[in-house]
């Protein structure tokens, strides 16, 4: 029987998601020892059996599967655009999204430049980082480039939702946002730290309907810490910020363990961590991005604020953010940054075995019975 998907109705916005952003793959350390890796620091660590992925992967399986995209469009469809190297690891990404529902014609194999490729560190207690080659497949997508995908927006095609992801140049992922901006798309965004400042500079934010952070990209923008005792102030001059430039901004900020936080229409809601094993938190970001943009794409709002409880399972699932949230805890129980087992019947179970409830409006959308 095949996995259930969220379900579209005649409300439901966005037929189709375009993607720029990171195609590769890499190798996975665990590390020994929880202080943070120093700069002249030689660490030992052991290369562990985890399948991993870059920014734009991992985003646009998770739409895939969560709304049941095919190639030719119905009932959804996923269109990355990006460039691969023509080796194992780029032929072997390209079947993986193919596999997972995605239409790969505008991801390009090119033969004198390799796969993306990164390399992961994890510390005992599930956190980490990466390092990711700069000089790579995808760094060669360029204007030209989404240029010759302008036809995915022609007038009689469904409307889309837009993602500019890392790891492909700043330059094109604003000329995206641009070109999509003139048809109506819903535009998303990510940025790594190092790109806040220059993304700031150049008006990027001006382009953009939901921005992505977390608390250290969200630092970098207003030039302070999180403090997740004070967090006001800082979720304050974030919004300021943001709003100073796209006067209908929403935002989502993760703060690791300490939950996450999104913003719209003037109001901010938050949501704490699931109280879940947490394996590996790589990838857990993408997660929340991934689960807010499917909710998104069948009708569901950003936010539904409500009281402030100490546990998800006090207050009913209702929001994008919500269902973004309860994928990324999913994603985390796996030492994976995409999580093979996700789709909608796990998220369903996953949640009840911790208590979650689901608003009329959620269930509607996760095709549930109402005595289910």
């Known amino acids: 029987m095949p996995a259930r998907t969220l379900q579209f109705n005649s409300n439901s916005p966005y037929r189709r998601f375009i993607g720029v952003g990171g195609i590769g793959t890499g190798l996975f350390f665990a590390l020994e020892g929880n202080h943070t890796l120093g700069r002249n620091e030689s660490r030992p660590a052991r290369l562990r059996n985890i399948r991993d992925y870059c920014k734009l992967h991992i985003i646009s399986h998770y739409i895939a599967v969560l709304l049941g995209a095919q190639p030719g469009g119905s009932p959804f469809h996923v269109v990355p655009v990006g460039k691969v190297g023509s080796d194992d690891g780029g032929r072997r990404m390209i079947q993986e999204m193919a596999d997972a529902g995605m239409d790969i014609r505008h991801i390009e194999l090119l033969r004198d430049q390799p796969t993306l490729f990164s390399v992961c560190f994890q510390y005992p207690d599930g956190s980490g980082g990466n390092i990711t080659t700069t000089e790579s497949a995808a760094s060669a997508l360029d204007c030209n480039d989404i240029d010759r995908c302008s036809g995915l927006f022609a007038s009689n095609s469904p409307r889309c939702m837009v993602l500019a992801a890392p790891e492909v140049p700043l330059e094109t992922r604003g ?108 990838g857990a970001g993408d997660a929340l991005l991934a689960g807010v943009l499917s909710a998104l794409a069948v009708g569901l709002p950003l936010i539904k604020p409500g009281p402030t409880a100490a546990s998800s399972s006090e207050r009913p699932l209702e929001s994008a953010f919500d269902l973004g949230m309860l994928l990324a805890a999913y994603k985390v129980t796996s030492p994976h940054t995409i999580h093979p087992d996700a789709n909608v019947d796990m998220l369903l179970s996953f949640g009840h075995d911790l208590g979650i409830t689901f608003s009329v409006a959620m269930r509607e959308h996760l095709q549930l019975t109402p005595s289910a």
């Open 175 to 282: 000329h995206l946002l641009r070109l999509s901006g003139g048809h109506q798309a819903f535009r998303a965004a990510a940025f790594t730290s190092a790109e806040v400042a220059t993304a700031r500079q150049e008006g990027i934010f001006a382009l953009v309907d939901l921005v992505a952070m977390n608390e250290d990209e969200a630092g970098m923008l207003i030039g302070e810490r999180f403090d997740p005792a004070n967090s006001q102030r800082f979720l304050d001059r974030c919004a300021d910020t943001l709003l100073s430039f796209q006067q209908n901004i929403q935002i989502i900020l993760s703060a690791g363990g300490h939950g996450a936080f999104a913003f719209s229409g003037g109001t901010w809601d938050y949501r704490p961590a699931l109280n879940v094993p947490v394996v590996s938190t790589a």
